[in-house]
């Protein structure tokens, strides 16, 4: 056995490692010391704010190369079990500390090798690198490739406004091109709204479990996220009533269609009810509908269904590219200047060559062709979600590019993704996407495009039933 000393305001303290735990064989061997450090302090054998020794130093009394301690102390912090404080080092973290905001919140799928990463949005095909491959040969004989090398306006370029404007005409409405932003996809296009809408202390209302990309965006604007009830139809009206009496909101977040992460599409007497409410209080709908031409459903967006009150977010990310890095907000004529002006601010102006890029494949119908497949493989997916998950509680849609699985007892969704994760899945558990302190279900969101293949989706998905059917066998292991 070996015994790494751990000196903590003049206590000695000890992290076991008996060598029968580190093995060449089995997971990899970062892994297994993870799962051990882990293990020691949920057992108690280290306690909050006890300091971990140097990483060199557990290399070198275990024998192995420091950038695998690097990787299992990385995993840790990851997992809000660890944290690491300017001059005194790596330590335990209190019990009630949650992870970290930028390791909550990644968005990037992971390389690690063996993990079939199921907890990052991303388009079920290659669709997009195909049709760039062969476009970008050509793209220099377009007429506007020339402006590319110049400063745009803030809005972005007419020429591309015009294309998204009649691309999204039924979403947006007919005249949406005057009243358009060109934005670095939708977090960007979001980021702008409040800057250039909200001022520090402005309430913005959200539902209670929402897109987690809004918590650290209300908190650079000085904005207070308040949380609002949902049933499976989205934002409960009598609780955004009450809500609306009691904080007096500046605007209330909404994603109406497949919602992240519950894949809730919100039905149209809803919609209308809670845009009835908005309009009745003044205030400002956010629509982000970055999903919205995957739903199967024909149904009425807010902006169109109060379209002087509703600011549309849309973006090609969730069904073209996420790398493609092109979004777009409509808003009232009022507030397009000062939403303008917060882009030109924040970056004077989009890519042209991003927006060249787009407008082409709008306007040859590759990005038709591109969402057309999309759905022919969500739905293939939808089908081995249905053959593997179906017997749980779960809440998606055969378009939908997420699942929420309702975990049965006695999983709760932070030791059900760690369990996941150790068993070769990522998944992506509530608390990532809570607001306020109200009680979180016991729930993780699967990503179903994610998947690098039907085959990875249908072992991915297998390992997750194995845990939800078996959660007291590993549970128990666990410990």
Same mark, same amino acid.
């Given at each position: 056995?070996?015994?790494?000393?751990?000196?903590?305001?003049?206590?000695?303290?000890?992290?076991?490692?008996?060598?029968?735990?580190?093995?060449?064989?089995?997971?990899?061997?970062?892994?297994?010391?993870?799962?051990?450090?882990?293990?020691?302090?949920?057992? #108690?054998? /280290?306690?909050?704010?006890?300091?971990?020794?140097?990483?060199?130093?557990? $290399?070198?009394?275990?024998?192995?190369?420091?950038?695998?301690?690097?990787?299992?102390?990385?995993?840790?912090?990851?997992?809000?079990?660890?944290?690491?404080?300017?001059?005194?080092?790596?330590?335990?973290?209190?019990?009630?500390?949650?992870?970290?905001?930028?390791?909550?919140?990644?968005?990037?799928?992971?390389?690690?090798?063996g993990l079939i990463d199921l907890s990052v949005n991303?388009?079920?095909?290659?669709?997009?690198?195909?049709? /760039?491959?062969?476009?970008?040969?050509?793209?220099?004989?377009?007429?506007?490739?020339?402006?590319?090398q110049d400063y745009q306006t803030s809005d972005g370029?007419?020429?591309?406004?015009?294309?998204?404007?009649?691309?999204?005409?039924?979403?947006?409405?007919?005249?949406?091109?005057?009243?358009?932003?060109?934005?670095?996809?939708?977090?960007?296009?979001?980021?702008?709204?409040?800057?250039?809408?909200?001022?520090?202390?402005?309430?913005?209302? $959200?539902?209670?479990?929402?897109?987690?990309?809004?918590?650290?965006?209300?908190?650079?604007?000085?904005?207070? @996220?308040?949380?609002?009830?949902?049933?499976?139809?989205?934002?409960?009206?009598?609780? +955004?009533?009450?809500?609306?009496?009691?904080?007096?909101?500046?605007?209330?977040?909404?994603?109406?269609?497949?919602?992240?992460?519950? $894949?809730?599409?919100i039905p149209e007497q809803r919609r209308r009810e809670?845009?009835?409410?908005?309009?009745?209080?003044?205030?400002?709908?956010?629509?982000?509908?970055?999903?919205?031409?995957?739903?199967?459903?024909?149904?009425?967006?807010?902006?169109?269904?109060?379209?002087?009150?509703?600011?549309?977010?849309?973006?090609?990310?969730?069904?073209?590219?996420?790398?493609?890095?092109?979004?777009?907000?409509?808003?009232?004529?009022?507030?397009?200047?000062?939403?303008?002006?917060? @882009?030109?601010?924040?970056?004077?102006?989009?890519?042209?060559?991003?927006? @060249?890029?787009?407008?082409?494949?709008?306007?040859?119908?590759?990005?038709?062709?591109?969402?057309?497949?999309?759905?022919?493989?969500?739905?293939?997916?939808?089908?081995?979600?249905?053959?593997?998950?179906?017997?749980?509680?779960?809440?998606?849609?055969?378009?939908?590019?997420?699942?929420?699985?309702?975990?049965?007892?006695?999983?709760?969704?932070? #030791?059900?993704?760690?369990?996941?994760?150790?068993?070769?899945?990522?998944?992506?558990?509530?608390?990532? +996407?809570?607001?306020?302190?109200?009680?979180?279900?016991?729930?993780?969101?699967?990503?179903?495009?994610?998947?690098?293949?039907?085959?990875?989706? @249908?072992?991915?998905?297998?390992?997750?039933?194995?845990?939800?059917?078996?959660?007291?066998?590993?549970?128990?292991?666990?410990?």
């Amino acid at each position: 056995m070996v015994q790494t000393e751990l000196n903590n305001d003049n206590q000695d303290k000890f992290i076991m490692l008996d060598g029968a735990v580190i093995t060449e064989d089995g997971p990899p061997i970062y892994r297994q010391l993870a799962d051990h450090i882990e293990a020691q302090i949920r057992s #108690g054998i /280290l306690s909050p704010g006890d300091r971990l020794p140097p990483q060199r130093d557990v $290399a070198r009394e275990l024998g192995i190369n420091l950038t695998t301690v690097t990787r299992a102390f990385s995993l840790l912090q990851k997992q809000g079990l660890i944290e690491s404080r300017p001059g005194r080092g790596t330590l335990v973290a209190s019990a009630s500390r949650p992870p970290r905001e930028e390791n909550a919140f990644r968005s990037a799928p992971s390389d690690e090798s063996g993990l079939i990463d199921l907890s990052v949005n991303r388009p079920a095909t290659t669709a997009y690198i195909e049709e /760039l491959t062969s476009l970008l040969p050509r793209i220099s004989r377009d007429p506007r490739f020339k402006s590319v090398q110049d400063y745009q306006t803030s809005d972005g370029p007419v020429w591309a406004r015009n294309a998204v404007a009649q691309w999204a005409a039924t979403k947006m409405g007919n005249d949406s091109a005057r009243h358009l932003i060109l934005t670095e996809g939708a977090q960007h296009g979001l980021s702008c709204v409040l800057m250039g809408v909200t001022q520090p202390g402005d309430v913005i209302l $959200a539902d209670a479990i929402t897109y987690q990309g809004i918590n650290a965006l209300a908190r650079s604007h000085g904005t207070e @996220l308040r949380g609002v009830a949902m049933d499976r139809d989205g934002m409960l009206p009598d609780a +955004f009533e009450a809500a609306c009496l009691q904080w007096h909101p500046r605007a209330a977040f909404l994603v109406p269609s497949m919602q992240n992460p519950t $894949a809730i599409t919100i039905p149209e007497q809803r919609r209308r009810e809670l845009a009835a409410i908005a309009s009745r209080f003044n205030v400002l709908i956010i629509e982000d509908d970055v999903y919205g031409p995957l739903v199967e459903e024909d149904i009425p967006t807010f902006a169109s269904i109060e379209p002087e009150l509703t600011i549309y977010i849309g973006c090609l990310s969730k069904y073209i590219a996420p790398g493609l890095r092109y979004g777009f907000v409509r808003a009232p004529r009022t507030l397009v200047g000062d939403i303008a002006s917060a @882009l030109r601010i924040n970056c004077w102006s989009i890519s042209p060559l991003t927006a @060249l890029i787009a407008t082409v494949m709008i306007e040859d119908g590759t990005v038709d062709a591109i969402i057309t497949r999309q759905k022919e493989e969500l739905r293939a997916r939808y089908q081995i979600v249905q053959n593997v998950l179906g017997r749980f509680d779960i809440q998606t849609q055969p378009t939908s590019t997420h699942c929420w699985v309702h975990l049965p007892e006695p999983w709760r969704a932070a #030791g059900f993704a760690r369990a996941a994760q150790r068993e070769g899945v990522g998944v992506l558990p509530a608390d990532t +996407f809570a607001i306020g302190r109200d009680p979180v279900p016991h729930a993780v969101r699967v990503n179903i495009g994610a998947a690098r293949s039907r085959d990875d989706l @249908l072992k991915g998905l297998t390992i997750i039933a194995n845990l939800l059917e078996n959660g007291h066998l590993h549970l128990h292991n666990a410990v």
